[in-house]
């Protein structure tokens, strides 16, 4: 072999080598590109991770809410006149929420000028926060286990007054229904209210309430109802981002 030859070798030996890592450098920046960030906690967990906890093994649910705000048993509560299971109120008066102090006024005068029963003023301060400035959760079985639409029509279209039927069942057939994680869900600017009427309060009513924010979740056996019921609002966008916060918390337990 000349002496050119051999170099012409080494010259193709020297490309190929070079080739080689070009080709391996590009693969190794290809690799560091598509690799996985590391694990973030979720926004969904950022978001409430200091706020209570309120779990209903009963229901097997869970649900947050913030701190300086409060669980109220509407069960518990008499004379409440709601079918609602439970709600959260604000912990005080004065919050960044609602502006409720002339509701609250009027409502533990009224009361000490007509009905001064014991505890009068607190359960005064608790209906204000209830009408004007609460989330609230009613759970109803679904022992049936029918889709959300499908209850709404055997349950709420028969209790509606004969003027309000036509109505209900077009705000029924108008849902949106998703599922998230196998969940069934509708998420409306109206909601459909039930609650204990009649001559001594005990017989349920339903009424569709616009431009009320309402999430309707359909788990195992039970349908929740969970509405804002921020009224008196000092931020409306304020007073939804918290609405939404606690629904995106829910879970249902196993």
């Known amino acids: 072999m000349n002496k050119n ?17 070009v080709g391996y450098f590009i693969f190794l920046k290809k690799l560091k590109t598509v690799q996985a960030p590391p694990q973030t906690p979720s926004r969904q967990q950022n978001e409430t991770m200091d706020w209570k ?9 869970s649900i947050k809410y913030p701190n300086d705000w ?7 509560v008499k004379g409440m006149g709601t079918l609602d299971t439970f709600g959260f109120i604000p912990s005080t ?63 709420y279209i028969p209790l509606a007054s004969n003027i309000n039927k036509e109505k209900m069942e077009e705000r029924i057939n108008d849902l949106t229904v998703m599922k998230d994680n196998g969940v069934e869900q509708s998420r409306n600017n109206y909601a459909f209210i039930k609650y204990l009427g009649g001559i001594d309060g005990s017989y349920p009513e339903v009424e569709i309430f616009e431009n009320k924010s309402q999430v309707i979740i359909n788990t195992e056996g039970n349908i929740l ?12 966008r304020k007073g939804e981002d918290l609405f939404e916060k606690i629904v995106r918390s829910f879970q249902v337990l196993q």
Do not use: M, W
Not at 53 to 61: A, G, I, S, V
Not at 70 to 76: A, K, N, P, V
Not at 95 to 113: A, G, H, P, W
């Open 93 to 155: 008066v004065k919050n960044s929420y609602c502006d409720i102090e002339q509701e609250i006024s009027f409502l533990v005068q009224n009361y000490k000028t007509y009905n001064p029963f014991p505890n009068y003023e607190e359960y005064a301060y608790n209906l204000a926060k209830t009408e004007f400035c609460s989330i609230q959760v009613r759970i109803e079985k679904n022992l049936e286990k029918s889709t959300i639409k499908d209850y709404l029509k055997k349950v």
């Open 53 to 61: 906890t309120y779990q209903n093994t009963r229901f097997n649910l």
């Open 70 to 76: 409060r669980l109220i048993d509407f069960q518990s």
């Open 225 to 236: 109802f969970v509405t804002n019921h921020i009224n008196k609002s000092v931020d409306q």
């Open 5 to 21: 030859g051999f170099i012409n070798i080494v010259f193709v030996i020297l490309v190929i080598i070079l080739i080689g890592a």
